[in-house]
């Protein structure tokens, strides 16, 4: 296990511990405790990007997204409520930032900018853009957060600003091409560095 990924999981261990010893009220509550404490081992972001993801008119559900840049690292972390309970949702940096209608025309294909088949995160071969499923709660919330190197918020070609993070309707099975079969977006959110 990689450097990284094992303080990761320490911080991540430490934030569940702290919160349900301090006891939360809200899930910003507990991703702002769990944020912290990855903060506090990876130290302070050198970027970031804060999302509001854009739903339909009557969706009834809603979220907001942040992306930190922690040297190779970046840290996702997503809070979305009101979707249907127990139940996975797809994740994906598309190519496009127009969300506006948020169409599949207007999102362009996930972020790929290596042009490998669709796949799971994390293995080879998948696109940077591919991110691991969100599963809501029982009560339609979702508390995501996931760490990759496949993307940046700081330059290069990994670079996602300037594009969208799309949640879409269905799993993403890491299989069919072009895009998991996830379905059409529910969510998406114009991604842009934060001052």
Known sequence: MRF????????????????????????????????????????????????????????????????????????????MTGLQPNRDYGLHVHEHGDCLGATAAGLGGHFNPEGKPHGRPGLDPSHAGDLPNMRADGEGNVIYVHQTNAVSIVGGPRNVIGRSLVVSRDADDYRTQPDGNSGPPIACGFIRRSE
């Open 4 to 79: 990284h990924d094992r303080l990761f999981r320490l911080a991540c261990a430490a934030a569940a511990a702290v919160v349900l010893a301090g006891g939360c009220s809200s899930i910003g509550a507990w991703n702002d405790n769990r944020v912290s404490v990855v903060e506090q081992v990876l130290g302070k972001p050198e970027a970031v990007a804060n999302v509001a993801l854009v739903t339909p008119p009557g969706s009834g559900y809603g979220g907001r997204a942040r992306i930190a840049q922690h040297g190779a690292l970046v840290v996702v972390r997503v809070d």
